[in-house]
């Protein structure tokens, strides 16, 4: 009989898609990973919560356009830490049943609400007239803001109770100051025409417990 519930955890890699370094939106460069609960509504719907650690970093020097690699010496580069925490639900292109042998795989879409904690700079009015900071006088702050997780991947049981899921799931942010946390860096005013994106791609082990539901009952 199929499971009701799933906990889980993911591995894998972040990259970030801004104004610093590449511009692809698939480029893993940090090991991240998360930790999620999952209640399986019915054969093709089931809601998740996740939370995830995401380290993201940027580089001018690894970027795919001549305009970011040749515009400062040496290369802009930055790093942060992202905290997030999601809920949203993953909807299963096939019913997908732990206890059938032909209803035991299925790629799915995932959508969700994220709430995302990072560092920023926290006075922009320190800003000099040449459009940078000192770095004796600017300060960090944790920000948290809100994210619209995008994500595709495919699930299938391995053995028993226990499956697995590859997964890559794009973050759009309305914000455009992931990337002024620059270490050393001078300039740390590094501001585009769009906002920031953040990218996981990682492979997840899941258990899958509980009462059979009552679908699963009546199939």
Known sequence: MSQIYEIGFSVG???????????????????AGNVFFKYNYNPRIAFKGTYSYLPIKG?????????????NTPAISFS????????????????????????????????????????AIEKEEDLNRNGQIDA???????????????????????????????????RYTFEDDLDKVAGNNRDLKIEGNSND???????SLIYTFGRPSCYARRN
């Open 197 to 203: 994106w953040y990218v996981f791609t990682g492979v």
């Open 13 to 31: 890699g972040t990259n970030y898609v801004g104004d610093i370094g590449s511009t692809r939106y698939i480029q893993p460069n940090q090991l």
């Open 59 to 71: 580089d001018d020097a690894t970027a795919d356009t001549p305009f970011r690699i040749n515009r």
């Open 80 to 119: 942060n830490t992202i905290h997030e925490l999601a809920l949203g639900m993953e909807f299963n292109f096939y019913e997908y049943n732990t206890s059938s042998r032909t209803k035991n795989w299925t790629p799915y879409l995932l959508i969700e609400l994220a709430a995302f904690n990072y560092d």
């Open 136 to 170: 004796d006088e600017y300060q960090y702050d944790r920000k948290t803001r809100i994210a619209i997780p995008i994500g595709v991947g495919f699930k299938s049981i391995l053995s028993g109770p226990i499956a697995f899921a590859l997964e890559t799931k794009i």
